[in-house]
């Protein structure tokens, strides 16, 4: 069973509550406003899956970049409109017009924000920009494994724990994925 010692052991990613198979972890806010697993120790059959999907637990091998490359949008409004560029809208393009899937941060009707999927052009112009605040990744992992094992091309952008979170959630390599994490220096 998950057990947060200090809130520095814990990146709020969400992949153990994902990875329950009797849903007895939910993400809650502290008082603060930072997200962080809570068990239900009753429902707890401690098969240990939520520690395995732990980023922080599971921080892997350090490595180096293979290759560093540079790169920006050349459609000016695009860039407007956007953080570092506007890559992101010109990788996210390329994956849904290859009938894929985009996932990324967005703003949802409360202004809070949330990770979400979209399969359409239109709906990248939410996940453009930097949100500086901690997404909420709600069933994301779940319905990109499921867009994965159907075949279909998946785009992840979000932060390096979550892309983490993510990969160790799948428990396997996906030749039709490809991440996108940003440079975190934590969220405020």
Request: charged letters at 25%; glycine letters at 8%; a positive charge.
């Amino acid at each position: 069973m998950i057990s947060i010692a200090s809130k520095e052991m814990c990146c709020g990613c969400a992949a153990c509550e994902q990875r329950c198979p009797t849903s007895c972890i939910v993400m809650r806010e502290d008082e603060e406003g930072f997200l962080y697993p809570q068990t239900d120790t009753s429902k707890c059959i401690d098969c240990g899956l939520c520690e395995k999907v732990c980023p922080v637990l599971n921080q892997g091998e350090k490595r180096k970049p293979l290759h560093v490359y540079a790169a920006k949008n050349t459609k000016t409004r695009i860039r407007l409109q956007s953080s570092s560029g506007g890559i992101f809208t010109h990788i996210a393009e390329q994956i849904i017009q290859k009938n894929g899937v985009v996932f990324g941060a967005r703003f949802d009707e409360n202004w809070a924000v949330e990770h979400a999927c979209t399969e359409t052009l239109e709906g990248l112009a939410a996940m453009r920009g930097s949100k500086y605040v901690q997404s909420r990744i709600g069933r994301t992992y779940r319905q990109a494994k499921e867009f994965l094992e159907s075949g279909r091309p998946v785009l992840f952008s979000g932060t390096p724990c979550q892309i983490r979170g993510l990969k160790l959630f799948l428990a396997k390599e996906y030749e039709n994925l490809l991440t996108v994490d940003l440079v975190c220096h934590g969220v405020p």
